[in-house]
């Protein structure tokens, strides 16, 4: 049970936070394993993805994104993995993969988030149900060093599609960069803009992503949930691989970012997750993206870079007053 009894925290701390009236609100949304999931379009089901992913119907979802428990010892809420060998790790993960192939189009995509522990267990499991076609490396930015490693600071995202006859738009997914050295030709740029704001260029979308943040306290995407991964992140893989109206399925939902993500980029979703706490965070942050479509680091059909966007919006501000 959430408390209802919030700690006092900072004016700027925007956590997503659940009060007693909103969990009675929330809790009557949600489907349940013992529902009727035939209907389950847009909805979060909170239970255990072993048991349900046998209830949906087959051929339903144009994108598959996952985000398991890594291979280490971790807690989620009510909930816990322990790290297990790499081979029951394997064998962990094809358990509930291979449960998923039926419930995919054949044009779908997959992409399953993993680190270095789990990695070359997910490219493994992922090759004997689909084509891989990539490996996505991203930059956590965040947490300590360590004193006899090195900081661990990026994550994978491994990409699979179940036929070759698949969705990638590469023009929704370039990002905008700013030009440090401004190439001109006849006195024109080449390949890059010229504005008040500054000299930037539009980037073809690589499998290296530096432009990430993971959310912390004064975002007001960021929840109580260990291992929440940017809304950014999720519109990446969303516009790359989906069309509007299109279903994604996340069988690991945590507090319901790949569910806010589709409902901000107008595509449907359907969402399993085991820890009722972060089903009703889902839900208060789908309310709120009824309302509001911000993503982070995305706008007007553009991914910036890391921290330019605010950038160049305070030097437009400014402009503007002159």
């Known amino acids: 049970m ?3 009894i919030e700690k006092s925290r900072a004016s700027r701390n925007r956590t997503v936070k659940l009060n007693a009236e909103e969990i009675e609100i929330y809790r009557r949304r949600l489907l349940y394993i013992e529902n009727n999931l035939d209907d389950c379009r847009n909805k979060v089901i909170c239970g255990d993805a072993f ?3 046998d209830k949906l119907s087959a ?7 996952a985000d398991p428990p890594y291979n280490l010892t971790k807690n989620f809420g009510e909930n816990s993995f322990r ?4 081979e029951d790790y394997e ?6 993969l291979s449960k998923t192939v039926r419930l995919l189009k054949p044009t779908a995509s997959v992409y399953i988030c993993g680190d270095w ?3 070359s267990a997910i490219q493994r499991v992922g090759s004997r149900h689909f084509t891989l076609r990539n490996r996505i490396t991203w930059e956590r930015e965040k947490g300590r060093g360590a004193s006899k490693n090195w900081k661990n600071s990026s994550e994978d995202v491994w990409f699979f599609t179940v036929s070759d006859d698949y969705v990638f738009n590469a023009e929704a997914v370039k990002i905008k960069r700013k030009v440090i050295a401004p190439y001109t030709e006849n006195g024109a740029p080449k390949d890059w803009e010229k504005s008040e704001n500054g000299n930037y260029r539009l980037t073809a979308p690589s499998n290296l992503w530096t432009d990430l943040t993971v959310p912390f306290w004064s975002m007001s995407e960021n929840t109580a949930h260990p291992t929440q ?3 950014k992140l999720l519109a990446k893989i969303i516009l790359a691989s989906t069309v509007e109206n299109d279903c994604i399925f996340d069988p690991f939902l945590g507090s319901g970012t790949t569910a806010v993500t589709a409902k901000k980029l107008n595509r449907n979703f359907v969402g399993i997750e085991r820890d ?6 889902a839900e208060k942050r789908l309310d709120a993206a009824a309302t509001n479509k911000t993503i982070q680091g995305y706008a007007d059909g553009i991914f910036w870079e890391r921290n330019s966007l605010k950038a160049v919006s305070r030097k437009g501000a400014k402009s503007a007053k002159k």
Request: with cysteine; proline share 3%; charged share 20%.
């Open 117 to 119: 522990r789990s990695s």
């Open 276 to 281: 009722e706490q972060f089903c009703l965070l």
């Open 91 to 96: 064998t962990w993960l094809d358990s509930w």
């Open 83 to 86: 790290q297990l060998s790499v």
């Open 229 to 231: 991964k940017p809304e």
């Open 2 to 4: 959430i408390s209802s």
């Open 59 to 65: 051929a339903t979802f144009d994108l598959l994104f």
């Open 51 to 53: 048991e349900i992913l």
